[in-house]
């Protein structure tokens, strides 16, 4: 009697556990066919037990294995009992018919036990979800890193060989400058020597542009106040720099992102604003720093617009912040020009606090 009680509770507990836990049970006969499931394995796949029971194979449930190569396969399927692992990637189509990634494991009863299989499915569509956004993130931290880097490599060949280069030929060509020459060859060593000298300065730009030693050297606000200079003798539009808080150094990942978010706002606002002034905030506190392009130029429909060059000027900008944790937010409409802010939080060191992914260009 005694015995009978205990079995009595141990089926009961087990038949509470089958109804109560999160992951999903799907039993199946040997024929593939659906002959249990629990109210988990309903929610999961969308499908009411009486709809399922006896009417459906666990294939019109299962899509396949993700293996190396394939997304979903039928190839060494589980069911059969060749699954060379105890868990195992499935997809799953719910009745609805959208598809998710599960992780599962199936157990085969033994033969005088039905022989039924026994498969369990977690849905891991939030970590599959995180661990895609985690590379992602990643990805793009090892491209900007990687695009510094060369900007960097380039830049100092410019400057340090071809540009010592071109100076050398125009220091050579000024002491024969100083020859006794005929006119008409005079007349062609000062004009090859302008041509060098614009050559000289030309590379000198090139140089600065993709990489300003100001920014290593000297920190953000130098590198943005000589930006700014570059800037208005180029496009002729005057700019103005305000600075609230201390002025110091931040870590490099903060200095890069900020003075190439600047200087992408600037060039959005040269290139399609058709604006005579641009005012840069760049505001600090112990905390966070905030840095805001303003151009009061035409402004745009951030909702709708239209690309006017490759389109990832504006992502970019996003991408950068993100990664430092921190926010970019445009604010522009048409005929009132546009405002880029961007906030980083930061500790008392001027280290960014919330790294989305290691950074450090
Ligand atoms: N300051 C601005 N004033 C007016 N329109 C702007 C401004 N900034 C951006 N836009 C509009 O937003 C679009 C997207 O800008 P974004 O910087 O993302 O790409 P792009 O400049 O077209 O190309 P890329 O930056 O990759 O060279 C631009 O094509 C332009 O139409
Ligand atoms: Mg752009």
Known sequence: MENMEAAKDQSLLLQSIFSHVTDAILIVDKQGYVIELNPAAEKMTGWRKNELVGNHSVCDVCLG???????FSCFNCFASGNCPCPSFELKIRKKDGKEILVTASATRLPEEQSGALVIILRDMSEQYYMVQQRFRMLMTNYVIQAQEEERKRVSRELHDEIGQALYSILVSLKVINHLQLEKGVMDHLIDVQQTTARALDEVKNMAVELRP????????????????????????????????????????????????????????????????????????????????????????????????????????????????????????????????????????????????????C
């Open 213 to 360: 030693s100001a920014l290593d050297d000297l920190g953000l606000l130098p590198a943005i106040r000589s930006y700014m200079k570059r800037y208005e003798q180029t496009f002729g539009i005057e700019t103005d720099l305000i600075v609230i808080g201390d002025k110091r150094r931040y870590h490099s990942s903060i200095e890069t992102a900020l003075y190439r978010i600047c200087q992408e706002a600037m060039t959005n606002a040269a290139k399609y604003a058709d604006t005579d002034k641009i005012l840069v905030e760049f505001d600090s506190t112990n905390s966070r720093l905030k840095l805001r392009v303003i151009d009061y130029g035409c402004g745009f429909d951030t909702g709708h617009f239209k690309i006017r060059g490759t389109g990832l000027g504006l992502y970019g900008m996003k991408e950068r912040a993100n990664l430092l944790g921190g926010v970019v937010e445009i604010l522009s409409a048409p005929g009132e020009g546009t405002k880029i802010e961007v906030v980083i939080p930061i500790n008392e060191k001027g280290e960014p606090t919330r790294v989305n992914s290691s950074s450090d």
């Open 65 to 71: 294995m993700a293996t190396i190569t394939n997304e």
